[in-house]
């Protein structure tokens, strides 16, 4: 389903100088070998800078969603190197990389991913409780206040809409204040007005909070959202857009699209 939403420019229209949150440097994913090889990262170096809204795009089997399990510690990398902050992904063991994804990265996924049985705070202090770490309550009331949930937080996800159950998903990634948030598809199961309201916290959280999110989309107007556009076509990263209005990425699109069926 193709979402559309009301469009408005980001506020930052150019690259702010900042130091990375995550980097990527020649990196490289290939699955199964021989005639089945399939290389879905070609030399990948990108940096996404603190404090900064990015999204990934590109046509369908470019590398975007494998890019950010890769940069996200989802997935191992066939090569290269991946970093949050100054730790290398590659070289750290599971029980490492299972607390540094607990407590550097955030999730948001296009499925809630909520527990029925828990009301809307419970699911946001979530991965808190697991960690057995405290809340800090002066950032989590901010984080509620920032995505609108101050009256919802007694309340079961059955007793949500779909956009407020989202929002909850966009809270419980923020509350343990993570380097680097990531989200797949985020808004693709919402409708037009709660997309639009989901992308507006997400950019109120970088602008209000200083939140890093990398986000990947298939739509231009989501991606209009971001201060930063990073393109991908076959596993390689073939341009990058600052200030994205939908209007511009969707030429972009349209002509990445051109290139794929051509080549």
């Known amino acids: 389903m193709t979402t559309t939403y009301t469009s408005r420019v980001p506020d930052a229209a150019s690259a702010p100088a900042g130091v990375a949150a995550a980097r990527a440097t020649d990196l490289s994913k290939v699955y199964g070998q021989g005639e089945t090889k399939v290389v879905a990262l070609d030399r990948v170096s990108v940096d996404f800078r603190r404090a900064e809204f990015t999204a990934i795009m590109g046509p369908s089997g470019s590398g975007k969603s494998t890019l950010m399990h890769c940069m996200a510690g989802l997935d191992s990398v ?136 990398v986000m990947v989309t298939h739509d231009p107007v989501a991606a209009s959202y971001a201060d930063r556009v990073v393109f991908l076509a076959d596993g390689r990263i073939v341009d990058d857009m600052f200030g994205p209005t939908a209007e511009s990425v969707l030429e972009h699109m349209k002509s990445l699209d051109a290139r794929v069926r051509t080549s």
């Open 78 to 213: 066939s090569s290269g190197s991946a970093l949050i902050g100054d730790t290398e992904l590659t070289t750290l063991k599971d029980k490492k990389l299972t607390k540094l994804r607990r407590d550097r990265i955030g999730f948001i996924f296009q499925a809630y991913n909520l527990l029925p049985t828990l009301n809307a705070l419970e699911n946001i202090t979530l991965p808190l409780d697991i960690a057995g770490r405290k809340a800090d309550k002066a950032w989590l009331d901010r984080v509620i206040e920032t995505v609108g949930l101050s009256g919802r937080l007694n309340h079961r996800p059955s007793q949500l809409s779909g956009g407020q159950q989202q929002r909850v998903a966009v809270a419980r990634a923020l509350a343990s204040r993570p380097e680097i948030i990531f989200g797949d598809e985020p808004t693709g199961n919402l409708d037009s007005r709660a997309g639009a309201e989901v992308l507006g916290f997400l950019r109120n959280s970088v602008r209000e909070l200083g939140q890093t999110i």
